[in-house]
């Protein structure tokens, strides 16, 4: 595994974006993410790459 992502809740003011967002990456896998217009793929990025904080759950990365 290089990654596990679990997001529990992402909003922005009263809007909830994001509930349940449960994913892992292994090695040598490709993942990509598909989706409308503001549904939230830049947004999950932001939490993914640690830009964006402000959201409940945990991303992990494996170190090594």
Not at 27 to 51: H, M, P, Q, Y
């Amino acid at each position: 595994m290089i990654a596990d992502i679990s997001i529990t809740e992402k909003s922005f003011g009263p809007k909830i974006l994001m509930t349940g967002v449960k994913f892992h990456v292994d090695d040598g896998e490709k993942v990509g993410v598909v989706g409308r217009n503001g549904v939230g793929k830049s947004t999950l990025f932001g939490i993914v790459a640690g830009t964006d904080t402000d959201y409940t759950g945990e991303v992990i990365f494996k170190r090594g």
